[in-house]
């Protein structure tokens, strides 16, 4: 099995003018095309982002435009500091142009465009003069990305951008002359449709001629998947992805139904598809299934199809990801933001430029592309941008609860250090307490026995002095021995007296000593006093951390319950309701963070039609009494909400219950 037939589908990648083989589902678009670039010089190509309009460009219309003698030149406008827009689709489009003759650009002078005094001449001029294929080929000049004209041209270089609208003009508006003969497409985003009229008056013919590129229709999506790969995806697979993946009809959308089952009506975003039947055909080769069979289909829904495969991508390069979801997405968050420079991008967070390329060839999430000499990163489409955008929240959040982690650990350990000062300091106390107490013990007990010996001693010298007196007096011999016997008593009570006053001015100092440490253990205890303070302040500190992070999670639950309820929103922010066919008093249409109701009914064809914050009925926004064709309008959270009464019946269950069919957009 070849490469093509293991993998026939492209994921988020665009199809190449080499992909036609394995691309279907848009010849009826493909058709359209042709014959409208046949009628007209002018055609405006629009549709909603991830419809599939590059692709559709590469795989389909310009093959069959070559088939028809047309030659299709691609030219993207660049829109930054380093040069002009104008500058830039000359170079594109000589390039190109020597591309097709077979030339290089050092052995073809005669396809410079030439300088006529002030500026080089114009497109038209150059077009005009050169004659490449004597009206044999007809160029078809397509301009993709055309909405960048707006989104970044008018706001970053309104000169530069008014001079390529000028010569647009002048190329689409002149008549043809002689051989000289082209086309011109320009194709954008339908969310950019508006800007359009900004430039009818210098080009009148951009009002006119538009052909719109919508999603997948079933049938369509039925082809996407089993024609690339007849061996892989079987009928059944194909209608298993389609109910899967595809919303209901709408009939502002689509002309008409197409007969047969449900199914067959149901609408596919062609990226979400490809990126969808790309990843179960990875699963299935993973898995060593000979088919993409029923037991891989629905194992994820798409928008987790989209973030799996962004973080699968990006793996655990925390660098490469942040750099992608902080500076690559636009102001809201949910879009792609403009090209970005790669080089300064990854000095600023240290990255390889391979890292950024990788994400470009092989997983197709960003785009890089070389404007003007220096090579710019965006992200491919802003339905990844959106998914993005979810896991730079997540990312964000487990960020926070890591930070929540390690504080509680450094609260618990200064708090076990704390403990443990206040432990040693006590233990410290008591103990010097107590040795404290037994040397006064001792103390005390030889002071009784110095008082005792002072008390002998005082005896003894009042004795001395009595036989002093009898010696002076003449004292017998018996007399003079009990002296000598007195004397020597006393004189051994004087060494142990001298003894004990030694060991008493031991004392003393060691008291003294005590004393010193005694004061310093009521120094630590005075610490450990204030540490107990200080461990009271932080036991409330923790417990208001726990309360903070036990907000922020019911907070996230809030968010997550708001999510799941407006889970059915469109991802262009815009979701229409037909009418209930019972509409029952007290209940209503939830729609992102409002629920809209109606209390009751005024004559056949009012309603009081009342607008609610979702999950609070007392909180009433705005109420109002209206008819079939009233409009009402309110702001709200950021976002404007346009609600439009389509028509008004009476309830089936009741004269007072009224059926209301409305449409609702948020902006």
């Not at 190329?171 to 497409?185: P, S």
Request: charged content about 25%.
């Amino acid at each position: 099995m070849t490469t093509e037939e293991e993998r026939p589908y492209k994921g988020p990648k665009s199809y190449q003018e080499d992909d036609q083989a394995i691309f279907f589902g848009r010849q009826e678009e493909t058709n359209a095309l042709i014959t409208l670039i046949e009628k007209n010089r002018l055609i405006v190509l629009f549709g909603k982002t991830g419809t599939g309009k590059t692709s559709l460009v590469n795989a389909a219309l310009f093959p069959a435009l070559r088939k028809n003698y047309y030659l299709p030149v691609y030219i993207r406008a660049a829109f930054d500091n380093e040069a002009s827009p104008i500058a830039s689709v000359r170079m594109q489009l000589r390039n190109q142009l020597l591309l097709a003759v077979h030339k290089t650009p050092d052995s073809a002078n005669d396809y410079q465009f030439q300088d006529t005094g002030e500026s080089k001449e114009s497109i038209y001029a150059y077009l005009s003069r050169i004659q490449f294929t004597a009206g044999v080929l007809t160029p078809v000049l397509f301009f993709d990305q055309f909405e960048e004209l707006f989104k970044l041209g008018f706001k970053s270089m309104p000169a530069e951008t008014l001079k390529l609208v000028n010569e647009l003009a002048e190329l689409i508006n002149t008549n043809d002359t002689g051989q000289t003969t082209y086309k011109v497409v320009v194709s954008l985003r339908e969310d950019y449709m508006a800007q359009l009229e900004d430039l009818k008056l210098q080009i009148p013919a951009i009002m006119r001629t538009r052909f719109r590129l919508k999603k997948f229709l079933g049938l369509q999506a039925f082809d996407a998947i089993t024609k690339p790969a007849p061996h892989l995806a079987s009928a059944e697979t194909a209608i298993a992805i389609i109910k899967e993946l595809g919303t209901e009809y709408d009939d502002n959308y689509y002309e008409s139904p197409v007969p047969g089952q449900k199914w067959n009506n149901l609408v596919v975003d062609p990226i979400i598809l490809s990126l969808y039947c790309y990843e179960l055909n990875e699963l299935r080769i993973e898995r060593r299934f000979e088919t993409i069979d029923a037991q891989l289909v629905g194992s994820s829904s798409a928008d987790e199809i989209i973030r799996n495969y962004y973080l699968k991508a990006v793996g655990a390069n925390l660098k490469l990801r942040t750099a992608i979801e902080e500076e690559l997405l636009a102001e809201d968050g949910k879009t792609k933001g403009a090209a970005k420079d790669l080089d300064k991008l990854c000095l600023k967070y240290t990255l390889d430029i391979k890292e950024f390329e990788n994400l470009d060839k092989e997983f197709r999430l960003v785009r890089i592309e070389k404007q003007n000499g220096i090579e710019k990163v965006e992200v491919t489409h802003d339905m990844i941008a959106e998914q993005i955008f979810i896991c730079r929240q997540q990312r964000k959040e487990d960020q926070a609860r890591k930070q929540v982690r390690n504080g509680a650990i450094i609260i618990l350990c200064v708090l076990l250090f704390i403990g443990a000062l206040i432990f040693g300091g006590v233990f410290y106390y008591t103990h010097t307490n107590a040795n404290i107490k037994a040397l006064s013990s001792q103390i005390e007990v030889k002071n009784n026995q110095i008082v005792q010996i002072k008390m002998i001693s005082d005896s003894l010298k009042a004795q001395n002095n009595e036989y002093l007196d009898l010696m002076s007096n003449g004292g017998n011999v018996r007399e003079s021995i009990v002296i000598r016997n007195l004397r020597a008593s006393l004189y051994e009570s004087n060494n142990e007296n001298n003894s004990l006053q030694n060991s008493l001015r031991i004392y003393d100092s060691r008291i003294k000593d005590l004393i010193a440490e005694n004061q310093n253990v009521v120094l630590i205890k005075k610490q450990a006093d204030d540490l107990t303070i200080i461990n009271e302040r932080l036991k409330d500190s923790s417990y208001a951390l726990i309360a903070e992070v036990n907000r922020c999670k019911a907070d996230r639950d809030v968010l997550i319950s708001r999510l799941n309820a407006n889970k059915a929103a469109s991802a262009n922010n815009q979701e229409h309701f037909r009418g209930l066919d019972c509409f029952i008093q007290n209940r209503g249409v939830v729609w992102y963070d409002l629920y809209f109701e109606t209390d009751r009914i005024e004559g056949e064809d009012k309603a009081f039609i009342k607008v609610e914050k979702y999950g609070d009925k007392s909180s009433v926004i705005k109420s109002q009494m209206m008819g079939s064709g009233d409009g009402l309008e309110l702001s709200y959270n950021g976002f404007h909400y346009t609600f439009t009464v389509i028509s008004i019946q009476k309830g089936c269950q009741s004269a007072n219950t009224p059926s209301v069919h409305f449409s609702i957009s948020r902006y």
